[in-house]
T-cell receptor, first 117, second 120 residues
Framework: DTEVTQTPKHLVMGMTNKKSLKCEQH?????MYWYKQKAKKPPELMFV???????INESVPSRFSPECPNSSLLNLHLHALQPEDSALYLC????????????????FGEGSRLTVL | AQKITQTQPGMFVQEKEAVTLDCTYD???????LFWYKQPSSGEMIFLIY??????QNATEGRYSLNFQKARKSANLVISASQLGDSAMYFC?????????????????FGKGTRLSVIA
């Protein structure tokens, strides 16, 4: 099983709504990532969890709140978003503390396409 | 800080021909990995090929090969025998190692991408 599953695939929300994006992997990976991708741009890192602890926060506004309840799940809680937050949100996972010749690639989900009205 | 440069915003290639997508990188870390991903219009990022900074040989995976020139800090992707299904965005990316390890503290950093269009 080499899948990263993201739900929902599409989400439309108003600026006052609270919603969550979910990500799940069963590959035993201990590093999980949230990336944000605007149209025609590369993915930009938002958060990294390593062994269920937040290890990187790329100065993301507090209206985005990540959560890693266990080693298989990663959530992104959304509250009071702005229209400019509309984007594709990609979740990824990888092995952590990978030694030597292992390639260390990230495995991505299909993304959650978010529209903020 | 690491940096990835892809200078070709868009490329066209005839079906069954080979195409080279350019990527240069900059890092002060002697140990790193270079990756190429494909992103179709559906949005999923698909891992294609990996090259380690200490690898002696260029990586190959089926129709994909990586032309790695370490001294020039370039890692160009070569796609042979292009197919219509190869039409997509292609991203070059890099991870630095922390000591000898990839870790959650060394995430993937992407270049701006190249949009490849394969023409029948």
């Amino acid at each position: 099983d080499t899948e990263v599953t993201q739900t929902p695939k599409h989400l439309v929300m108003g600026m006052t709504n609270k919603k969550s994006l979910k990500c799940e992997q069963h590959m035993g990976h201990r590093a999980m990532y949230w990336y944000k991708q605007k149209a025609k741009k590369p993915p930009e890192l938002m958060f990294v969890y390593s062994y269920e602890k937040l290890s990187i926060n790329e100065s993301v506004p507090s209206r985005f709140s990540p959560e890693c309840p266990n080693s298989s799940l990663l959530n992104l809680h959304l509250h009071a978003l702005q229209p400019e937050d509309s984007a594709l949100y990609l979740c990824a996972s990888s092995q952590d503390q990978v030694v030597g010749t292992t390639t260390g690639e990230l495995f991505f989900g299909e993304g959650s396409r978010l529209t903020v009205l | 800080a690491q940096k990835i440069t892809q200078t070709q915003p868009g490329m066209f290639v005839q079906e069954k021909e080979a195409v080279t997508l350019d990527c240069t990188y900059d890092t002060s870390d002697p140990s790193y990995g270079l990756f190429w991903y494909k992103q179709p219009s559906s949005g999923e990022m698909i891992f294609l090929i990996y090259q380690g900074s200490y690898d002696q040989q260029n990586a190959t995976e089926g129709r994909y090969s990586l032309n790695f020139q370490k001294a020039r800090k370039s890692a160009n992707l070569v796609i042979s025998a292009s197919q219509l299904g190869d039409s997509a965005m292609y991203f070059c990316a890099m991870r630095e190692r922390s000591g000898s390890r990839f870790s959650g503290n060394t995430p993937l950093v992407f270049g701006k991408g190249t949009r490849l269009s394969v023409i029948a």
